[in-house]
């Protein structure tokens, strides 16, 4: 059976240029005896000519229980608020993206500066001993919130060193300052969808320069385009082309990839108005947890978890203090 060019993970500009020389199946650029001279001509200037015979071989294969030991062993960044934890089966999970959605006040951008916290917790604490990449999009980002929040997660740990008295919390404890925290924080800002796309697309050389970075934070996804400089359709593919790659991001790199999301407007059949998120129905098949988070009475939040791959539907509380983000009557 033939294959068609077209079934290979290679740019649509690439597969474009192979058929319009007449290239239309891989066995039209190589047979088992090799490449003829046409086609090795043409895969040395796509630069391909090496890629072609890992392109078209058979995947590797997991089975599926290996992929449960997989997931078993894939640790998670804690957010200090039981429930929310509870409700993601540990926390912000590394490998997948994570989206938050909701209003302006809700919580998005503190339960971001708190992970970029506790990702950095030391491993004899349970955590990652990390650091964090924060891009920003529109402004949101405070180094003095930052700074409170990391004074309350050093005096945490340092309490439970106490309390425990074990020689490697003591040793740990001592490199984790707020200073240290801070440091490493990396931050970018970005102002427009041009210069965001360029950030996302050089987020695979910044981790290979940073190894210790664990976390990848985008606030807000959504914000660069609502200005309506793009038509609908342009949009749709820039934005996936986005999230495809932060999705390559968290999988080759083992890092988790948090994204922040406005709501919009949804005008019903009846001429119902009701709160969604932004960017499409579409956007939300790439994240592999969608949290909507929304405003409750006496200072508290709830988050529920609305979309999940292997958690069901449910909803958790909290607040946000001077400390950071806390379970609601602490």
Not at 52 to 76: F, G, N, R
Not at 120 to 146: H, K, M, V, Y
Not at 290 to 299: D, E, I, T
Request: proline share 3%; aromatic share 6%.
């Amino acid at each position: 059976m033939l294959r068609s060019v077209a079934s290979l993970p290679l740019p649509g500009s690439v597969q474009v240029r192979l058929r319009n020389q007449g290239f239309v199946y891989c066995e039209d650029l190589c047979s088992e005896k090799g490449y003829d001279s046409e086609g090795e001509k043409l895969m040395k200037q796509l630069g391909i000519d090496e890629q072609l015979a890992s392109l078209t071989s058979v995947p590797p294969t997991k089975s599926a229980l290996d992929i449960w030991h997989d997931e078993c062993l894939s640790p998670h960044i804690v957010t200090f608020n039981k429930s929310v934890d509870d409700m993601l089966d540990g926390g912000i999970a590394v490998g997948e993206i994570t989206e938050l959605c909701g209003a302006p006040g809700s919580g998005k951008t503190q339960i971001s500066l708190q992970v970029c916290v506790d990702v950095q917790i030391p491993r004899s604490f349970g955590g990652l001993a990390g650091e964090a990449l924060f891009i920003d999009t529109e402004s949101g980002f405070t180094p003095d919130r930052l700074k409170e929040i990391s004074e309350a997660c050093v005096d945490h740990c340092q309490l439970v060193a106490l309390h425990r008295k074990q020689q490697d919390m003591g040793q740990q404890i001592e490199k984790f300052t707020v200073d240290t925290i801070m440091q490493g924080v990396h931050y970018t800002a970005t102002h427009d969808y041009v210069e965001l796309v360029a950030a996302i697309y050089s987020i695979k050389e910044f981790l290979q320069q940073k190894r210790q970075v664990r976390l990848v934070v985008v606030d807000s996804l959504a914000f660069p385009f609502r200005s309506g400089i793009l038509n609908s359709l342009l949009r749709t593919r820039v934005l996936c082309d986005i999230m495809q790659e932060l999705k390559m991001v968290a999988v080759r790199y083992n890092v988790a990839v948090l994204v922040t999301n406005q709501l919009t407007t949804k005008v019903g059949p009846a001429n119902e108005s009701h709160l969604v998120p932004a960017l499409g129905d579409s956007f939300g098949h790439y994240s592999s947890q969608r949290l909507m988070l929304g405003c409750l009475q006496h200072g508290c939040y709830a988050a529920v978890l609305f979309k999940s791959v292997r958690r069901k539907q449910s909803s958790a509380k909290f607040q946000i203090l001077k400390s950071g983000i806390r379970d609601c009557g602490t």
